[in-house]
């Protein structure tokens, strides 16, 4: 039985109970015949109590389930949220990546002998730095598996992004591609999550 029909059950027999005790006040069934002394009065108390705890349960249910639907819209839309956050992150750290900057800052300070490189795993990582949160996000079913998809897609590329713009930094023809179709996907990505 649906929640609406519950209610309506219960607030219906609500009003029964009551018109039978304004009844019985005003002395009505008596004038009409009926005998109230032979009627058991404890079986029409309990029947008034159940009565009451279901509504009261009824009402509870509803509230309770109104609110968990609240917390599971709050839940999407600050994963949502998250990840057009680190799809503007994305684009920004591109933007950022001038020829200039990846010169004259960057370049100095990484070590190519090295096989682990903390400045390319950092600009790698950083627009990532809620992937945690948005993971939990997916494993509560708030993420849908095609975002969640295109999320490590996103992050893949951009990962590709980086590391062609460091390396290959004085041939813009390796990286350039790259860059216009990480941006052409972080776009439509980005339109899909505002629909």
């Known amino acids: 039985m649906s929640r609406k029909k519950s209610l309506v059950l219960l607030i219906t027999t609500s009003i029964c109970f009551i018109c039978f005790i304004f009844f ?11 005998e109230i002394s032979n009627v058991h009065w404890d079986s029409w108390i309990a029947l008034l109590n159940v009565n009451v705890v279901v509504l009261l349960y009824v009402i509870t249910y509803i509230k309770m389930d109104k609110r968990t639907v609240e917390r599971e819209n709050n839940k999407k839309e600050a994963s949502r949220l998250m990840i057009v956050d680190c799809y503007n992150e994305c ?11 990846v010169e004259k ?13 903390i400045i390319i795993d950092n600009l790698q990582n950083s627009p990532f730095i809620n992937q945690n ?29 980086i590391n062609a713009r460091i390396v290959f930094f004085d041939q813009p023809k390796l990286y350039v591609q790259l860059g216009s179709e ?9 339109r899909n999550l505002d629909q």
Not at 91 to 101: A, G, H, I, S, T
Not at 154 to 161: L, M, V
Request: proline fraction near 1%.
């Open 24 to 34: 019985y006040y005003k002395n009505i069934f008596t004038t009409l015949g009926f």
């Open 91 to 101: 684009l920004k750290f591109m933007d950022y990546l001038n020829q200039e900057v």
């Open 105 to 117: 800052y960057i370049l100095p300070k990484i070590d190519f002998n090295s096989s682990k490189n």
């Open 133 to 161: 949160v948005i993971v939990e996000f997916m494993k509560d079913g708030q993420i849908s598996k095609k975002q969640i998809e295109s999320y490590y897609k996103i992050k893949h590329k951009f990962n590709e992004y």
């Open 182 to 190: 990480l941006k052409d996907i972080l776009t439509a990505e980005k």
